[in-house]
């Protein structure tokens, strides 16, 4: 561990030296965010894994940083360029930006203007117009002709001049301090500004109020930024990220001309040209990359949290559900799931005549009879309403309640390897099928067999820094699964493979050590799988539960580490572990304070009391059905005022779309949240709440819902 980097990051952070050292010690021991956060609160003083996560990527970036260092000193004394000064400067650079615009004057380039007039002998001239700008001896014309050489390139003096603003418009434009005022002056004064590009005007209708646009750079939210963006991709908009062109120039001339003269004309209109021709282009193209990643991180962050809320949405447990796949030509395709979500039967049923309805009703009640279900999940795609309707108004046996299912992804599935791998022997319509009803069932072990990026909750996710988004995703999903806890003997691979300390490879081995030697009785059988050796069991093991086991505190969070912990606190109270989880009143006589000591603090005591009065608990919400208006099925039934329920889908920057049920989610503008201010829409929503909406507007021509979520909104 650098004690740079330790120092440096608690101070960006406000983190404690030996909160941020601590944290790096367990990562480089190969602890995960989840085990750190849960189990090693002592260490790390209770940082959360928001925290855990920020000083992990600051380390890495520092660390990518020093790398980046050694290969530009390493570079600069290979070619004997490295000067006790320049490597005091290098070595003190604490940003990237920095570092590059020490080392820019000195790394191999191409042959550019400057370098071409330096081989011609012009670099004398060009120090001789500097220091007369600089205020030394006056610059006369002249003194040009002795640098005339025809042989060399320059017939005459006009051709010297030139060449020496060449060199002196490179050394301004790569000259540190002058980058670093430019850089300033691009993020306090840079204006985005779009144009549509010629003939675009047609093809790019949905960008139209982007034709002419222009913003400060400092104050445009991300998500516009990414939408420009993907216009200019498209090839529908030209933009510009600069600041007003002479205010660019001036900043050059300040430092670079200080009195009249000659020289000075010179070395103006070198600075101007080496503003417009070298550092403005760079300065753009820094400021665009900042922009860019400052909207990647918004975006990531908005999808991120999303994702979080659509994994831990509220699951219905293990009861028996029938699943619906809607569709009108190719029928309904209709699976029967115990509840284990285990595919019992199927059956394709067509709703969309009067003859295939009455033949549907009867296959529906014979599967409910053969199989009966606690619930019905229908998809919410094409013909949902129509098969929820209709399954509401049948007498179903045994009563089970229809509940609409979000169908984002559940194609993706069907046609993954790891569909193909649970069912070889069925389509991708059945595989679908069986998708929609264990979402209802369980939503986190079933959607993380699904990339994130198909859960439809995004904003621009496709328009991101890849590496970003993934590493965003994977703590997302690993938090969520390790929250929960997942069954060991009945978790899927995929499940497996997001629990802290198993790779995919060792979830593979998991599954095929319980397919072949049956389930596992206890934690510590998990030592008996191939290639799971001891820092994979202390990482995976408390998030890993075997309820029914030989060991009751095997079905909780309690880490086997702490079982002395809990023997001890039921040895003192004279009664067994059993007894303890099951009798609050033994409970309450424990005092943690006496168990303090090196293996476990307060912070970890608490959360072993609280563990063991609700053992393996599921941190999601209870589970709630939603009813859509039945009276109302596409945008056509709907007239401003309305009053609908309805479920959150999606949460962008710029507000929430709702599902109120008619095939088009409507859109509650930021300004419509709430009667009161809010800032992030994160604050007033989340995806899958319930919430009521009032109908404000219906673009019928291009498919368009305005919904407002305030009391008495103005319709």
């Not at 975006?299 to 659509?310: H, I, P, Q």
């Not at 979830?507 to 050590?513: D, E």
Request: proline letters at 7%.
């Amino acid at each position: 561990m650098n004690p740079r980097h330790i120092a440096l990051l608690a101070e960006e952070t406000k983190l404690r030296p030996e909160q941020v050292r601590a944290a790096a010690e367990l990562f480089s021991q190969g602890c995960t965010i989840p085990f750190i956060a849960r189990y090693r609160k002592e260490a790390t003083d209770c940082l959360d894994e928001v925290a855990l996560a920020t000083v992990r990527d600051r380390l890495e970036q520092m660390e990518e940083l020093d790398k980046r260092r050694e290969a530009v000193l390493a570079s600069l004394e290979e070619r004997g360029l490295l000067t006790e000064d320049l490597k005091a400067a290098l070595e003190g650079a604490a940003s990237k930006a920095r570092l590059e615009d020490l080392y820019l004057p000195f790394r191999p380039k191409r042959r550019t203007r400057a370098l071409i007039a330096q081989e011609r002998g012009l670099a004398p001239l060009a120090d001789r117009l500097l220091e007369a700008a600089s205020g030394g001896r006056p610059f006369d014309p002249g003194e040009a002709e002795a640098f005339v050489a025809p042989e060399k390139g320059v017939p005459d003096r006009e051709e010297a001049l030139a060449g020496a603003r060449d060199i002196v418009a490179e050394r301004a434009a790569e000259n540190p301090k002058a980058r670093g005022i430019l850089r300033g002056l691009f993020v306090r004064r840079g204006e985005v500004r779009s144009r549509v590009a010629k003939g675009k005007e047609e093809e790019g209708a949905k960008y139209r109020d982007y034709f002419d646009w222009t913003e400060p750079a400092r104050s445009a939210p991300p998500h516009r930024i990414l939408a420009l963006l993907r216009g200019e991709k498209e090839g529908v908009l030209s933009l510009s990220f600069r600041p007003p062109q002479e205010e660019g120039q001036r900043v050059l001339e300040g430092l670079f001309v200080a009195a009249p003269g000659a020289g000075a004309d010179q070395v103006r209109a070198a600075c101007r040209d080496g503003y417009d021709r070298l550092a403005a282009p760079s300065m753009e193209t820094e400021l665009r990359n900042v922009l860019k990643a400052l909207a990647d991180r918004k975006s990531v962050e908005v999808f991120a949290r999303n994702v979080r809320e659509v994994l831990l949405d509220s699951p219905l447990g293990q009861r028996a559900v029938l699943a619906v796949d809607p569709g009108v030509r190719t029928g309904c395709k209709l699976t029967c799931l115990d509840p284990q979500g285990r595919l019992l039967a199927s059956e394709v049923v067509y709703l969309h005549t009067p003859r295939g309805r009455e033949e549907g009703a009867r296959t529906i009640r014979d599967l409910l009879r053969r199989h009966p279900a606690e619930a019905v999940a229908v998809g919410n795609g094409t013909g949902g309403r129509e098969a929820e309707d209709f399954l509401r108004e049948l007498d179903l046996p045994g009563n089970p309640v229809v509940v609409s299912v979000s169908e984002q992804g559940a194609s993706v599935y069907s046609a993954s390897e790891a569909a193909r791998e649970e069912f070889p022997d069925q389509d991708v319509t059945v595989r679908g099928s069986v998708s929609i009803g264990r979402r209802l069932q369980d939503p986190l072990a079933e959607l993380v067999k699904i990339d994130p990026k198909s859960l439809g909750v995004g904003q621009y996710q496709h328009d991101v820094d890849p590496k970003l988004l993934r590493q965003s995703l994977d703590d997302v999903v690993v938090s969520c699964v390790n929250a929960v806890g997942v069954e060991v003997n009945s978790a899927s691979r995929q499940l497996l493979s997001y629990v802290s300390g198993l790779s995919p490879a060792l979830a593979a081995q998991v599954v095929a050590f319980r397919e072949a030697s049956g389930p596992f009785r206890t934690r510590q059988d998990l030592k008996k799988v191939p290639r799971l050796g001891p820092k994979a069991f202390q990482q995976a093991a408390g998030f890993l539960r075997i309820r029914g086991g030989a060991d009751p505190l095997d079905g909780s969070a309690v880490h086997p580490e702490h079982y002395p912990l809990v023997d001890r606190m039921a040895r003192d109270l004279d009664c067994s572990v059993g007894d303890l989880l099951a009798d609050r009143s033994l409970r309450e006589r424990i005092d943690p304070n006496r168990y303090v000591g090196p293996e476990a603090g307060l912070p970890t005591l608490r959360d072993i009391l609280t563990e063991l009065d609700k053992p393996g608990r599921d941190p999601r919400r209870a589970f709630e059905p939603l009813a859509f208006d039945p009276n109302l099925r596409t945008l056509e039934d709907l007239a401003p005022g309305m009053t609908l329920p309805g479920v959150v889908t999606n949460v962008t920057a710029f507000g929430a779309f709702v599902d109120v049920g008619v095939h088009q989610d409507g859109l509650v503008h930021l300004s419509h949240l709430s009667d009161k201010y809010v800032k992030d829409p994160s604050e007033a929503v989340r995806p899958g709440q319930r919430v009521s909406v009032t109908v404000l507007g219906v673009d019928l021509p291009r498919r368009r819902l305005s919904l407002s979520m305030k009391k008495n909104p103005r319709v």
